[in-house]
């Protein structure tokens, strides 16, 4: 039986910042919060909404972005509502349904045919210092069928919980690189 972590792997979508130092990079860590069913994150990271927007919604960027991921690409639908296919490093494939909405710098998606359901929306938005951005990303993942028999809510929780701190990291070291390559 696949572990909790295989179960919930595609949530890693969420997104990635480098920080100058290890100084810097502990100051600006995710903080993130559960609660049933539920995993919520927020992270400050440096760039602009739109551009960070732009980078998570090209998903041949993936594997750049999050390590996790070997490949990512769209295999139908449209720019607002793309179904990606993406592989992690072991060839597992994934199915992501998406619904992007550009004006409001909203991403969601969820994975089809999982032993999971597990939906993601994040959310950019401009963050009160000059040249930085705020995302926000809600992690929701619930385990069905027999798999709900062997992985208890404590231990789901978790799972998330270091999913969401793992990707918005990324995603944080992600735009520091994307920043200080522009400089």
Known sequence: MASVRALILPCWTVLALASPSAEAAEAN????RSQKGLTDGVIEVR???RDLYAALTDYARWPEIFPDVASAHVTAGTRDRPVVEVRDHGGKRH?????????RLTIRFREQASRARVSVV???AR???PGWSKLSA???ARVTGLARLFAGEGRVRRERESRLRRDLGHVRD???RVVASAQ
Do not use: C, H, W
């Not at 860590?29 to 993130?32: H, S, T, V």
């Not at 199915?95 to 004006?103: G, K, Q, S, T, Y």
């Open 138 to 140: 809600r992690l929701k």
């Open 95 to 103: 199915v992501l349904r998406f619904e992007n909405d550009a004006r």
């Open 122 to 124: 994040l959310v950019l």
């Open 29 to 32: 860590e995710p903080r993130i």
């Open 174 to 176: 992600f735009a520091e």
């Open 47 to 49: 760039g602009e909404a």
């Open 127 to 129: 963050s009160t210092q």
